[in-house]
């Protein structure tokens, strides 16, 4: 699996932008494995769902339709891409995705893009669990004030009711349910180069990454 970049780390590590410009910069497609999570807590939210109902979460798994198009994202072919970032839908993904049901729902959407190649895929367990034979794998971190500081910034917009102090607070709390849960937790494996992009200017970690590519 030589054309499969995976990067994993906590939220506001910057994956998300540094994945996209990679992917921009060798011509790969790009997957961002927490909109799809961001997707169905969203269609919960949406359907009033109780995510502790198995019954209720596996019906809605069943059904709900998750695309990409221009690097938006569908369900049912409604353009939700603004939606799924607020703060509210940033808990509840964190908390669906700690259910082994909602993480196998999702899993073939992504192992397929794996498969086709000529990816960048990033997010909690792609180096460990959707394409763990991947050769270039990579976690990103930073500080938490930095994380949240970026996070800040793009959660003001939606929300201008948010404060520095609560993004702080929401960090560590899906900090430790991310690396705690159960199935498929956030983890930095040998195999992967740590990389910590506090201080550092996006080109500069995206030049590091594409320097560090085998
Ligand atoms: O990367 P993000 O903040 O958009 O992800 C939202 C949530 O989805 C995150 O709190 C944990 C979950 N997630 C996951 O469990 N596994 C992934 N590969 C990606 C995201």
């Not at 709900?64 to 369900?75: A, G, M």
Request: glycine share 6%.
């Amino acid at each position: 699996m030589k054309h499969v970049i995976t990067i994993d780390g906590p939220s506001g590590s910057g994956k998300g932008t540094i994945a996209k410009l990679l992917a921009r910069k060798l011509g790969y497609s790009y997957l961002d494995t927490g909109a799809l999570y961001r997707a169905v807590a969203w269609q919960t939210d949406q359907h009033k769902i109780d995510i502790e109902n198995e019954k209720a979460l596996d019906d809605m798994l069943k059904k709900i339709h998750i695309t990409f198009e221009n690097e938006q994202i569908l369900v049912d072919g409604q353009d939700i891409s603004s939606e799924i970032r607020t703060a509210e839908i940033s808990e509840l993904s964190s908390r669906v995705s700690a259910k082994p049901s909602v993480r196998s729902a999702l899993f073939d959407i992504q192992r397929k893009l794996c498969l086709q190649g000529r990816v960048v895929i990033e997010g909690r367990d792609t180096g460990t669990t959707i394409c763990p034979e991947s050769e270039n794998k990579f976690y990103l971190d930073a500080s938490v004030e930095e994380r949240a500081r970026r996070r800040f910034k793009e959660l003001k917009i939606n929300n201008p009711e948010m404060t520095m102090d609560k993004t702080i607070d929401d960090i560590r709390s899906r900090d430790l349910r991310d690396s705690s849960r159960e199935s498929s937790p956030l983890r930095k494996t040998d195999d992967m180069i740590y990389v910590d992009s506090t201080g550092m200017e996006i080109d500069y970690v995206v030049t590091h990454i594409f320097d560090r590519l085998k």
